[in-house]
């Protein structure tokens, strides 16, 4: 439950930073459009995006990528991060604290 529980947590805090990047780019360039997953993935990474597009494109299937891979980078990136990092943190619950000893 401990490593689910980190996985939440780096994932909500992946999606509030790309909740923040589309804020910052919002006021830097005046629009109000999130980022997709996919847009995100060029901008920081653009050869490992590129080297797996060819990869499921040309040794996989096109239609793979084009029917399945691309419709969910097209999704806003805080929410393909941050949803699933609320749901594993729901389903692992909190820590519940041991009591304290007052005597012995």
């Known amino acids: 439950m401990t490593v689910l529980r980190v996985i939440g947590w780096l994932l909500l805090l992946s ?6 990047f589309d804020v910052y780019t919002g ?7 999130p980022s997709s997953l996919g847009a995100l993935w060029q901008r920081f990474l653009p050869d490992s995006f590129t ?6 494109r040309d040794r996989l299937s096109a239609p793979a ?3 399945a891979v691309e ?11 941050g949803l699933p990092g609320v749901l594993l943190l ?3 619950g909190f ?3 041991k009591p304290r ?4």
Request: hydrophobic share 55%; aromatic share 16%; proline share 5%.
């Open 65 to 67: 990528w084009s029917e």
């Open 101 to 104: 000893r007052m005597f012995g």
């Open 51 to 56: 080297f797996t597009q060819t990869l499921i």
């Open 71 to 81: 419709p969910f980078l097209a999704f806003p990136a805080w929410i393909v991060a």
């Open 95 to 97: 820590r519940r604290k």
């Open 27 to 33: 006021f830097a360039q005046g629009g109000d459009v």
């Open 15 to 20: 999606g509030i930073a790309a909740l923040g």
């Open 90 to 92: 729901l389903l692992t």
